[in-house]
C-alpha cells in the first residue's frame, strides 16, 4: 500500500504537461469513482490480481492502465500517486477479505518468513 503523506506529495516524476491532463481527466471524475480507480491501480501496482475485477482478466486490465498511463505520459504508479492526491478523504481501503497473498503477506509481516525464523 501507498503511504498517503507519499501519496499526497507532489509528484515530480510527472512533467506540468502530463500533470495537468491528468487533472483535466480526474476533474471528470465523481469521488468514489476515483476511490475505486485508486484501489485498482494500488494492486496493480503492488503486485496483486485485481481480476476479480474485471472479466477479461489481469492481463488485459495491466495493458489498459499501462496505455493510459502512456496516453498521460507517466508510469502506473504516477498515475496512482495523481488520484491518490486527487481523493479529499484520504486514501480507501479495500472493501472486500484480504486475498490469500495478502494473508501470507501480513503472516510473514507479523511473524517472519518461515524460512528464517
Do not use: K
Not at 484501489?39 to 496483486?48: H, N, P
Amino acid at each position: 500500500m501507498v503511504d498517503e503523506h507519499a501519496a499526497r506529495a507532489h509528484n515530480h516524476g510527472v512533467d506540468e504537461r502530463s500533470r495537468a491532463r491528468i487533472d483535466a481527466w480526474l476533474a471528470t471524475l465523481e469521488a468514489e469513482r476515483r476511490a475505486s480507480l485508486y484501489l485498482l491501480l494500488d494492486e496493480l501496482c503492488g503486485g496483486m490480481d485485481p481480476s476479480r475485477h474485471n472479466p477479461f482478466g489481469f492481463l488485459r486490465l495491466r495493458a489498459e492502465f499501462e496505455t493510459s498511463g502512456e496516453l498521460f505520459g507517466c508510469t502506473l504508479e504516477e498515475l496512482r500517486q495523481a488520484v491518490a492526491t486527487s481523493l479529499p478523504e484520504g486514501l480507501p481501503s479495500p472493501q472486500r477479505p484480504p486475498s490469500a497473498l495478502e494473508e501470507i503477506r501480513a503472516r510473514v509481516a507479523e511473524s517472519g518468513h518461515p524460512d528464517f525464523r
